[in-house]
């Protein structure tokens, strides 16, 4: 049984820092874990997913250069620091995990992941 809890959202002024956390029980059974978001009215969104072996992580142009995913495997946690906070980052953010994803661009798409969290809200204010 896989299960994700997040925590670490919160309101925060435009350039300030957040950073989020996701305990992933059950990670032995995951490959990769990500973070996507959803803002009102619009679709999940790809944010960044790493390979728990450390074979690489992966971001969403937006984000690059602020955002930095890692992963903990003797916690089983994954952490979204996220900096240089803008407006459109508000959003809820929703940890997944899943085990094998084949071709690797699908890890870009919410349909191949199995397994989310609950979501938590991150609110950026101007």
């Known amino acids: 049984q896989v299960q994700l809890v997040e925590s670490g959202g919160g309101l925060v002024q435009a350039g300030g820092s957040l950073r989020l956390s996701c305990v992933v029980s059950?990670?032995?059974?995951?490959?990769?874990a990500a973070w996507f978001r959803q803002a009102p009215g619009k679709e999940r969104e790809f944010v960044a997913v790493i390979d728990w072996s450390g074979d690489g992580a992966y971001y969403t142009d937006s984000v690059k250069g602020r955002f930095t995913i890692s992963g903990d495997n003797a916690k089983s946690t994954v952490t979204l620091q996220m900096n240089s906070l803008k407006l459109e980052d508000t959003a809820v953010y929703h940890c997944a995990a899943a085990g094998s994803v084949w071709p690797k661009s699908r890890l870009y798409v919410a349909s191949a992941y199995g397994y989310w969290g609950q979501g938590t809200q991150v609110t950026v204010s101007s």
């Open positions: 059950g990670r032995s059974y995951t490959k990769y």
